[in-house]
């Protein structure tokens, strides 16, 4: 072999395999985990606002406004198996969305 | 027929992740490759692949020309090892370097001893002369091509890339 062979032989070992599924994968949890950050820190910074202004609200209107939204809420919170149904409704619809996407394969 | 680069940007941009799950399967082999040749460390050069690419994905939104991609994307991971080279004290990644190179892929046709002398010859270059080496001798990018990605006049890519061949061959025993 003359010395550029051996150059470009020595240059090639750095090669990189045309596919990797290992790495591949490596990338596509990352960024599953990075989307899955971002749309909780998005949540919780709608969970802040809404909190911030339903206080805002019930400090401005006093607390009968509380009690009188909660007053008409009773009939749906005693209905039976709504709740746990809605329970279901909201994983079915959200989980798929937050997972990674490693985790629901 | 395969989407572009452009098309798969603004795809991507749109918020399918799988579109950029095509660019990285496109061109994570040759970024992969050309941090390997300017890290001369495996391991550390996939790992600044992976967060080029996470990088990349994140700053979509600021590419400009999505023609560029891979000239854009190139360049991200070429800040990124430089970055890395600063923080990293000089001699600890030598010593790091060197005990690295043990578990690398052998060249085909090389002796130990040439593969050896090889490898200090490129650790004595400097990581200019390493990423032209890299892009264009290992890549087969073209000058231009390389000055776009490491920011350099064509004039200082072909002279870095003389000199670098230089003494490379010269480690071989070969003409300087």
Known sequence: ?105 | MPLSDADLVAAARRGRDAAFGQLAVRHSPALRSFLRGVCRDHALADDMAQETLIKAWRNLASLENPDVFRSWLFGIGWRLVSQHRRAAGRRLQREQDWSDVQGQQRSEGISQQESLALEAAMHALTPDQRACISLCLAGGWSHGEAAEVLDMPVGTIKSHIKRGRAKLLAALGGEA
């Open chain 1, 1 to 105: 072999m003359s010395p550029n062979e051996k150059l470009t032989s020595f240059l090639m070992a750095d090669q990189a395999p045309a596919f990797d599924p290992g790495f591949i994968a490596g990338l596509e949890e990352r960024m599953a985990r990075d989307r899955l950050l971002s749309r909780l820190w998005q949540l919780a910074v709608l969970a802040i606002a809404i909190g911030a202004v339903c206080f805002g609200l019930a400090m401005a209107s006093g607390p009968q406004v509380l009690a009188t939204a909660f007053s008409g809420m009773d009939g749906v919170i005693e209905t039976p198996g709504l709740l746990l149904a809605a329970i279901i409704v909201a994983a079915g619809v959200y989980l798929p969305r937050i997972l990674p996407r490693a985790l629901i394969r």
